[in-house]
């Protein structure tokens, strides 16, 4: 029987699966993707700063330093946690990178520490993530949330995720976080981003002048790269594999 099921506050526990979507739309996993997107080869979630410095110092000259507290660039970092630092010419520089974040880097070891597949999802590979996970028994969609809470923005993007999912390989159950956020999803007035820009964590950013950040991750099915976590010499990283099943 095929199950998707969803985690919409970080004090929900993470459910066995086959696989889990980890959403961070604003800005983590939009991120993410897009260094993807530029030609990146292998990306390093970590859970802190110190963590960071260290395994940048391991990995060498290739390795960028990414991240945020609180939405601003941490002291010492090469970019901060915009999807636009993810230029062509700043990835060839540096191919591999190690990132931390308040939020999404935190849920996406909560989720790896369940044992399933653990991909990298916002509404720009919305779709591709549906296509990527076709073919699997159950499937979980995680929200990092904001400071532990419920987040709006994130809740969104899950029920993009799960829209594209259920029309995709219409699965025989969808637990109740799939209902209430698909639901938040096709009801939200303005469409997806007047809803990310209600959101608290969207004010921030737009008094910190990151604006524009929020339009960009709002535009869904526009990438087709879909990061999957895998572990190299001891560290989990994002890289993009081969798809599982075809189009």
Not at 67 to 80: L, M, N
Request: one cysteine or more; aromatic letters at 6%.
């Amino acid at each position: 029987m095929k199950r998707l099921l969803a985690t919409l506050s970080p004090s929900e526990p993470v459910q066995q699966a086959d696989a889990w979507v980890v959403v961070d739309v604003l800005r983590a996993t939009t991120t993410i993707v897009t260094f993807f997107d530029a030609g990146g080869e292998v990306l390093f979630p970590v859970g802190d700063v110190p963590d960071a410095f260290r395994l940048r110092e391991k990995l060498g000259e290739r390795c960028m330093l990414l991240g945020e507290r609180e939405c601003v660039k941490v002291p010492g970092f090469d970019a901060g946690n915009s999807p636009f630092e993810m230029t062509p010419d700043m990835v060839a520089r540096y191919p591999v990178a190690v990132m931390t974040t308040t939020n999404g880097t935190k849920a996406v070891h909560r989720a790896a520490a369940a044992g399933a597949a653990v991909l990298a999802g916002c509404c720009r590979n919305a779709a591709a993530v549906a296509s990527r996970l076709n073919g699997l028994e159950t499937v979980g969609i995680l929200s990092a949330g904001r400071l532990g809470r419920f987040a709006l923005d994130d809740t969104l993007c899950v029920g993009l995720i799960a829209d594209r999912i259920i029309s995709r390989w219409k699965p025989d159950a969808a637990d109740d976080g799939v209902l209430a956020a698909r639901d938040l999803y096709r009801t939200c007035a303005g469409g997806m981003e007047a809803g990310l820009r209600r959101a608290e964590h969207a004010l921030l950013l737009d008094r910190l002048g990151f604006s524009r950040d929020i339009a960009f991750a709002a535009e869904a099915d526009v990438s087709r790269c879909v990061p999957e976590l895998e572990e190299r010499d001891g560290h989990a990283c994002f890289v993009l594999k081969a798809a599982r099943c075809p189009d």
